[in-house]
């Protein structure tokens, strides 16, 4: 089989193409003109050929001293998703949340929104957020809002005990 040949796919070079086929083999023909494999002149002819094609036999005639497209010298893989996905940054925005919580005084908001960004921004320090770009930095900033709207809240109650007295 030669390198560019289609007909390999198939047992018989007289097996019927489709449409679908043809645009192919021409996208291909495409290609080859950009990468300046074929001029303009035998892009032309061979993509007149490609669409008179029948059979697989003639339409891998089009492209029998064309190399293989790059797709298929690679496995095509999905991009990686980020380290860590989104825990620190949900960390972030709970701890970051529970300050403004605290003096609004939304007691139990600031309460539950400091103390889950605490966990969540720990778990995500021991997950692998440790080695996404700003994932460490976003678990940090979360498990210091948390800590600091809990701590503002721990001494809103000191005070307000203070005030009124036991």
Excluded: K
């Amino acid at each position: 089989m030669v390198a560019g040949s289609l007909s390999g796919m198939y047992s018989s070079p007289h097996v019927r193409v489709s449409d679908a086929d043809r645009e192919s083999t021409v996208a291909r023909l495409s290609a080859a003109t950009a990468e300046g494999r074929l001029t303009i002149e035998e892009f032309s002819e061979r993509s007149r050929q490609a669409y008179a094609s029948r059979t697989w036999g003639e339409l891998s005639a089009v492209l029998h001293d064309l190399p293989l497209p790059a797709v298929a010298y690679q496995q095509v893989r999905p991009a990686p998703r980020a380290a860590g996905g989104n825990l620190p940054l949900i960390a972030m925005i709970l701890g970051l949340a529970s300050l403004p919580l605290v003096a609004c005084g939304g007691v139990g908001l600031s309460g539950l929104s400091g103390v889950a960004a605490i966990v969540l921004g720990v778990r995500a320090l021991r997950g692998p957020a440790r080695q996404a770009p700003r994932g460490r930095a976003m678990a940090i900033a979360g498990v210091a809002g948390g800590a600091a709207g809990t701590l503002g809240l721990v001494a809103l109650f000191l005070t307000s005990f203070l005030w009124v007295g036991f």
